[in-house]
């Protein structure tokens, strides 16, 4: 199984995402292969792969959403990079799992109210975990 | 013309942003019907409609998306909702402008390396308003 996770690099992070996103990459590859899994390198928060044009990133990120077979988006911060990638994806059918860390902060419509994807809150990395189990059995 | 312009809503916001949002959907509307001229209203920042479902908001507002003639999309802040309707519209060969206030900090290369849509950044509103002159005469 291919596993595109989609995070927030460039936008919003919170004290805890370096966490959930080591961790839930981790456990994805259970599964099968993360096509992302360098995504949650600390080398590239808040400034991505300098080595790399933008243009080539987007490209490969691109071909590798379009190629998996299951996208899990963790939205639990406020980003350009995850909304567009899960806007391109519900547009190819792609079965699309959308986490979020419980909060009081709104989420955006556009993602609640969206009924081509799953939207999953978590409180714990283990209800992540199990949401992710039940998505991927 | 009708536009359809792209806002944080429930994402970042900065302090410049609802001066930025009723200065440009306002001037706008010059050149068409701004078929999302209520997103700058002061009651939904941060919080929505709340008289309307998620679902009824995400339907309406893709609904408005598929029917417009230009996207223009301001993304100085990171949000989900922005990057989901940019998405959304690329795949759908909608044109799109984005525009973003000068910044240090990184935008997503899925915004910056995309070759389907139109990056203009600007310092000051006028240089905003004259980008939208170029783009939509």
Known sequence: MKIYYAMSISGQQNPESDKINTT??????KFGEVLTEH?????????????????????RDLNWLLSADVIIAEVSNASL????EIGRAVEHNKKILCLRKTSDRRLSAMIS??????LKEYYTLDDA????NEFLK
């Open 113 to 118: 109210g969206c009924d081509k994807l799953t």
């Open 39 to 59: 995504f949650s390198n600390p080398d590239i928060k808040g400034k991505g792969e300098t080595e790399l044009s933008n243009k080539a990133i987007h490209d």
């Open 24 to 29: 839930l990459i981790e456990y994805l590859k």
């Open 81 to 84: 990079g995850v909304g567009y």
């Open 129 to 132: 975990k199990n949401t992710i």
